[in-house]
């Protein structure tokens, strides 16, 4: 038997074509991303901010693909974060996540679906917003020292709506309740368009509320808003002065949105991904837009949302354990 024998140059020419042709398959199919409907989770009801940010994504983007808004509501967003944790990482199912699903939910329930950080692969930091305190009309406190003096003359009659336990603004209640020394009664609902309904008819008395969402209805005369949740108060509403400025001084949760995709989607996508989303929320009528309802944009890379985030879980598991808040 005859053993041929390669040459340095000839060896060397081999392996430079196996490899070429290994490689082949990977940039295809990155240069073929996206190449179906790609599925954008939002653990909320329709109407809120978050299902606003997925919405503005699937009318913007420009693949030639559509983006088709998924929303699957209850447990704080868990349903929707988990759907999207124990999918497929190709690209194709993202999640629209929340300060809630993913950094307040770890420490308020004692049992998650999945992993905050390790079960997800972050893509961007969209925008943030104030939370804003909105009160019924009939209530008669017309700032937040007044409705704090009215809380203490009426422990536990008092209640403020959430749009369900572990979101933001069921923990930007808590909050309020522990500094204050109020007992505010929490009244969760599966969403925030089942709270509102309620708030105007006077079923409840108050509500901490995405400003996006709850500006329209302040400036509509329905509800009165009585302080904003941010340590300076927005651009969008000059106006609302801050929780903190009334006699709370530091006092400050705010929301933020940001895009996940499962665990260990590959770098190319992400980045694909990454950089149509900085395009469409830098468009000057998207901008536009986000001012008017009150969202401020954030964007950047990838790892800009992984330190943000880490920081941010830090931030609320210790505001969850000051607050005694439970997801029972």
């Known amino acids: 038997m005859r053993v041929r024998k390669f ?21 295809q199919a990155t240069d073929a991303y996206p190449s179906k409907p790609i599925r954008m989770v939002v653990g909320f009801p329709s109407g809120g901010a978050p299902d606003i940010l997925a919405r503005i994504f699937s009318e913007k983007i420009s693949w030639g693909q559509p983006v088709i808004v998924d929303n699957k509501p209850g447990a704080g967003g868990n349903i929707g974060g988990e759907a999207v944790a124990r999918a497929a990482p190709d690209g194709y199912t993202l999640a ?23 079960d997800f692969t972050p893509v961007i930091l969209l925008a943030s917003t104030p939370n804003v305190l909105v009160v019924h009309p009939s209530v008669s406190a017309k700032n937040v020292q007044e409705l704090i003096a009215l809380a203490k003359a009426k422990p536990g009659q008092l209640t403020f709506g959430t749009p369900g336990i572990g979101t933001s603004l069921h923990v930007a209640g808590e ?10 009664t929490h009244v969760p609902y599966k969403g925030r368009a089942m709270a509102i309904p309620d708030l105007l008819g006077g079923h409840i008395t108050m509500m901490f509320d995405n400003l996006p969402s709850a500006l329209p209805v302040v ?23 801050t929780i903190a400025e009334q006699g709370l001084p530091g006092y400050e949760a705010t929301s933020w949105f940001a895009v996940f995709a499962p665990a260990n989607t590959p770098k190319e996508v992400v980045t694909r991904l990454n950089a149509e989303m900085n395009r469409i929320f830098t468009l000057p009528d998207v901008q536009a837009k986000l001012k008017t309802l009150g969202l401020d944009p954030i964007l950047g890379t990838p790892e800009k949302l992984a330190d943000y985030q880490r920081g941010e879980i830090a931030k609320w598991a ?11």
């Open 7 to 27: 040459s340095r140059r000839q060896a060397v020419a081999m392996f430079a074509a196996a490899a070429s042709l290994a490689v082949v398959p990977v940039a």
């Open 96 to 118: 629209l996540g929340t300060v809630g699903t993913h950094s307040i939910n770890g420490a308020l329930y004692s049992k998650m679906p999945y992993d905050m950080v390790k």
């Open 175 to 184: 909050l309020f309740n522990t500094m204050a020394g109020t007992k505010i």
């Open 219 to 241: 400036k509509e005369g329905k509800l009165r808003a009585l302080g904003v949740t941010s340590a300076q108060r927005s651009g969008s509403a000059p106006d609302i002065p």
């Open 318 to 328: 210790k505001v969850v354990k000051e607050s005694g808040a439970k997801a029972e």
